[in-house]
């Protein structure tokens, strides 16, 4: 049924370095724990092993294990979950987010934007569709970390959505470009942005921030959380998005294209 609002929570771990176990064992305990109403649970990108360019040792396919267990927790917690993994297909890797609902059903988005500079395009193949999902009468769209970097992919054409939410690992030491490129979307799209990114460091080395947020349609920082594994909840307003859009009918004036 349609509805004004609409809770998120949000999932910003540090990830044990290609350990699913371990992963899965922490999200169990973390997703029980949610006090709030649990509507849409969100993880980070590739959240069962970080982000590795191993896929030929770790990737799954559609019924692995993974997907199997993000199943059993929307049906569990009669939620929606969604995140990333590696997944293979017809001996391809793709850096895959899923979209899970609690009767076993889901959507997949393939990430578009491979970032070539860890030499992600060398190991899997780019999605060339979006993803917007329907829940409750909000429209969310869907991407992936590097995604974010890319306006013309994110744009919100005729209002196609109402939320964007980023799945990431994004570097502590690019966590500026994080934040500004966030705010830059939800003010550009008059849309409510959800960031959701990793802490720790990974298998490389590398330090990750986390700086998961959510933003409003004004571009405004509801909530933000640095260098610290935590899960929290905000609700999102229909009534509030609309108005701001009412008020400030900037997506009226936007250039019309066609992606290619």
């Not at 982000?51 to 267990?69: I, K, Y």
């Not at 470009?177 to 939800?186: P, V």
């Amino acid at each position: 049924m349609p509805s004004d609002k609409l809770n998120i929570s949000l999932v910003q771990p540090d990830i044990e370095w290609e350990n699913k176990a371990a992963n899965f064992a922490q999200y169990e305990h973390q997703i029980a724990n949610i006090k709030d109403k649990k509507e849409i649970v969100v993880l980070p990108e590739m959240f069962s092993t970080g982000f590795s360019m191993h896929p030929e040792r770790f990737a799954e396919t559609m019924d692995g294990e993974a997907v199997s267990w993000m199943k059993q927790m929307a049906q569990q917690h009669r939620c929606i979950l969604t995140g990333s993994l590696m997944i293979e297909e017809q001996g391809q890797y793709f850096n895959r987010l899923i979209w899970m609902m609690p009767n076993g059903a889901y959507y997949t988005y393939d990430k578009r934007h491979l970032f070539a500079f860890a030499q992600e395009d060398q190991h899997y193949t780019a999605g060339n569709k979006r993803l917007v999902v329907s829940v409750n009468g909000w429209k969310i769209c869907l991407v992936v970390c590097y995604d974010l970097r890319f306006p013309v992919w994110l744009r919100n054409q005729s209002q196609e959505y109402d939320a964007l939410i980023v799945i990431a690992n994004w570097p502590e030491r690019r966590a500026h470009a994080w934040k500004s490129l966030l705010i830059a979307r939800a003010i550009e799209n008059m849309s409510y942005v959800i960031g959701v990114n990793r802490v720790g460091i990974d298998g490389n080395g590398i330090n990750h921030s986390g700086d998961s947020c959510v933003i409003s349609p004004l571009g405004e920082v509801l909530w933000e959380q640095k260098d610290q594994a935590v899960v929290h909840s905000m609700t999102m307003d229909k009534n509030h998005l609309m108005n701001c859009r009412a008020q400030f009918p900037f997506l009226n004036d936007a250039d019309k294209f066609v992606l290619m």
